[in-house]
């Protein structure tokens, strides 16, 4: 499999094409949460639940999950929400977005899911309570009208908040993170899904995407959020991105 980085350079707001992520996501559909665990080392689970603690979500909350894969942000923005709060799982990925309502029957959970494109979300404006997307902004073809669809669907006062990788600047961590993302992480993936140039692909779009401060600013170019904050992971494994919808 073949994919055009050109556009996931730092100094563009561009992302990839869409039709090619989602045939990269539909071929690693099935295989994708085993791998995701293996290359993360399982660091993404209780990663998730720092993102939904920071996010502030409570019981009775409504929200949107963005580009949501199989949904395990979602199932564990259930778990926080409980019964009197709603949880929308949305893809634009047909193969990701099947494998959800199979796990939400098996965890005994009540999470919807739709089809839904993070650029031009059917949603009516102050929606939900909390937007959020997991490891999604990165293969979105725009992030900043991404991020302006997910703070008009966002109720004032709510909640945007995204967790995702991009270009270390720790100079201690960077060598060791780059090295792993570059020559195991393909490795691993390849292994685990056989399909190789897709994790290759999923390297290069984090080396290349923004972080701190450069993402902070594709959101404040939303013009639609406010309190912005960056907590980072790992010393720049990952990142979470938080902003107030005015």
Request: aromatic share 8%; hydrophobic share 30%.
């Amino acid at each position: 499999m073949s994919l055009n980085t050109e556009n996931t350079s730092k100094s563009q707001k561009k992302g990839p094409n869409p039709e090619d992520i989602k045939n990269l996501f539909n071929s690693i559909s099935k295989t994708y949460d085993k791998t995701n665990d293996i290359i993360t080392m399982g660091f993404v689970r209780p990663w998730r639940k720092k993102m939904i603690s920071h996010s502030g979500a409570k019981s009775g909350d409504k929200v949107l999950d963005c580009a949501t894969g199989t949904g395990d942000l979602a199932f564990e923005f259930k778990k926080v929400v409980g019964p009197t709060g709603t949880v929308l799982g949305t893809d634009f990925c047909k193969g990701m977005l099947e494998e959800g309502p199979k796990k939400a029957k098996l965890l005994n959970l009540d999470v919807q899911f739709e089809f839904a494109d993070a650029t031009c979300l059917q949603y009516e404006d102050n929606s939900f309570d909390i937007t959020s997307i997991g490891y999604g902004i990165r293969n979105v073809s725009d992030p900043v009208k991404a991020l302006c669809e997910m703070a008009r669907v966002t109720k004032p006062g709510g909640t945007v908040i995204v967790l995702e990788t991009g270009d270390t600047k720790n100079p201690v961590l960077q060598p060791f993170i780059n090295i792993y993302f570059k020559h195991i992480v393909p490795r691993l993936g390849g292994w685990t899904s056989g399909n190789r140039p897709a994790y290759e692909y999923l390297n290069k779009s984090s080396n290349h995407f923004p972080s701190k401060n450069d993402f902070l600013n594709l959101m404040n170019q939303t013009g639609q959020l406010q309190g912005l904050s960056c907590k980072t992971l790992m010393g720049g494994a990952s990142f979470i991105y938080k902003g107030t919808v005015n």
